[in-house]
């Protein structure tokens, strides 16, 4: 279903812009979820590729990749390629597409990056994708939902780097 933006990846290859570097100033280090670390762990056989961070929400805690010179600590430069590209992180998988919570009273909002990637898709597309995602990410969104600190939301209020979409809007979770 991502295909529309996913047209295919050569498009990210060719861009200069290179995502997988971090930080820019609305492209930060990627968030992980506790299943995500699991899963990246079992594939490489090693923990020591993510950091823990502190919420803006109380005492909370999440997760980032760790990034070596100024990248993504699984970003091959010389190939240009994600090493984990897989089992790579939600994050990841929904990018040029976020989601982060500008003021906490309002809810989670989508947001759309700007990017080559971006550019020429229109609303109805971008509408259907958000529902992809929605239904097929819902568990991996809601893990990673407030994962992020007070300055990279600070960033986001003064960027023009991207645009706000609509409110996240999950299925309600089913009983266990």
Same mark, same amino acid.
């Given at each position: 279903m991502s295909q529309e933006l @996913?047209?295919?990846?050569?498009?990210?290859?060719?861009?200069?812009?290179?995502? /997988?570097?971090?930080?820019?100033?609305? @492209?930060?280090? &990627?968030?992980?979820?506790? @299943?995500? !670390?699991?899963k990246i762990e079992h594939v490489i056989g090693h923990s020591d590729f993510y950091e823990e961070k502190k919420s803006r929400y109380g005492d909370d805690v999440y997760y980032r990749l760790k990034s !070596? &010179?100024?990248?993504? /600590?699984?970003?091959?430069?010389q190939d240009q390629k994600c090493t984990i590209y897989e089992v790579r992180p939600l994050d990841c998988r929904l990018y040029p597409f976020d989601f982060t919570t500008f003021d906490v009273g309002q809810g989670d909002i989508w947001i759309l990056n700007n990017c080559l990637l971006s550019q020429d898709v229109d609303e109805a597309a971008v509408e259907k994708m958000l529902d992809y995602f929605e239904c097929n990410y819902a568990e991996e969104i809601a893990e990673n939902l407030h994962s992020e600190d007070s300055s990279f939301v600070e960033l986001l209020k003064k960027s023009d780097g991207f645009r706000k979409l609509r409110n996240v809007k999950l299925p309600p979770s089913s009983p266990k």
């Open positions: @996913n047209r295919d990846r050569d498009v990210c290859h060719g861009c200069s812009e290179k995502c /997988c570097l971090f930080p820019t100033e609305t @492209n930060t280090n &990627a968030v992980l979820s506790l @299943n995500e !670390i699991a !070596i &010179a100024g990248s993504c /600590c699984f970003y091959n430069q």
